[in-house]
């Protein structure tokens, strides 16, 4: 609980100190190019208050909370000029909802071809509280493993896929505690290991307007068409309802389009 009263301290005041001594927190923008990926789809994990005044995890869509007028933020990769070393802002989806962003951090990782990988447990906030002890936020996956959600060791992966990228890992399947299944992308305490926030599923894109609905005044060959579900699993074939088309075309370029069936 006093964590989660300095958090909302923090996110009023923008207040944060590190020590010599702390693990490193990349604060500032790195140098390099910068790309912006607006969030469309994918799931939410945070905590909210019940109505009997308790913290409890609720799932969000990203989707869902657009069409309310409450859009996620967006988030930021910088390009080093080695076009291997990457830095990524705003990994956690939560972060953006709050006030002053806390978060305000980069996590560090490398490019090798259309796949990012982010080594995990870096520092994306850290804090001495009132007693002297300290803690912060780290990011890496969690996972469902024994009825409870612990950190992995595993590296974050990113996939760019044309004009989108895509959260790469995580899973949410299940209906009951005995077949589910959970993998996110989390911010966890440093200390207890205790989950903040996490991400499944998240696909973004570069497109100001979204991911656009129709492939419309392309006059170039196509060589080729590919089909993802808005979890970014790849498809055989375009099914009932929405999925994301990648289209390649005979000059190399690519477009993601997403194509709407409700037959």
């Known amino acids: ?36 990926y607006k969030r469309v789809s994918g799931k939410m994990f945070a905590y ?3 109505k009997d005044g308790k913290q409890k995890l609720s799932l969000f869509s990203i989707e869902k909370l657009a069409e309310n007028g409450q859009p996620a933020g967006d988030l930021t990769m910088v390009t080093a000029a080695d076009g291997k070393t990457v830095y990524l802002k705003n990994a956690l989806t939560f972060g953006t909802y709050i006030n002053n962003d806390p ?11 259309n796949v990012i990988t982010i080594p995990a447990g870096q520092f994306v906030f850290y804090t001495t509280f009132d007693d002297g002890s300290k803690a912060g936020i780290q990011v890496g996956y ?38 589910m299944k959970i993998k996110m992308l989390a911010g966890y305490w440093s200390d207890d290991k205790s989950l ?10 570069t497109d100001p307007n979204g991911i656009e609905t129709v492939a419309a005044g392309e006059n170039k060959q196509v060589v080729g068409e590919t089909y993802f579900d808005l979890s970014g699993r790849k498809l055989s074939k375009a099914g009932k309802g929405v999925a994301i088309k990648n289209v390649k075309f005979a000059d190399g370029t690519t477009k993601s389009v997403k194509v709407v069936d409700n037959k």
């Open 103 to 113: 978060f305000n951090a980069w996590i560090k990782g490398t490019k090798d071809g």
């Open 196 to 205: 903040f926030c996490g991400d499944v599923e998240t696909v973004f894109t």
């Open 1 to 36: 609980m006093k964590k989660l009263l300095l958090l909302a301290l923090v996110a009023i005041f923008g207040v944060s100190v590190q020590a010599q001594n702390d693990p490193t927190v990349i604060k500032d923008q790195p140098a390099g190019t910068v790309t912006t």
């Open 48 to 50: 909210q208050k019940g």
């Open 142 to 179: 969690m996972e469902l493993k024994d009825q409870k959600i612990v950190p992995t060791d595993d590296p974050i992966k990113f996939y760019i896929d044309g004009v989108s990228l895509k959260l790469g890992e995580t899973v949410l399947e299940g209906q009951t505690a005995d077949d």
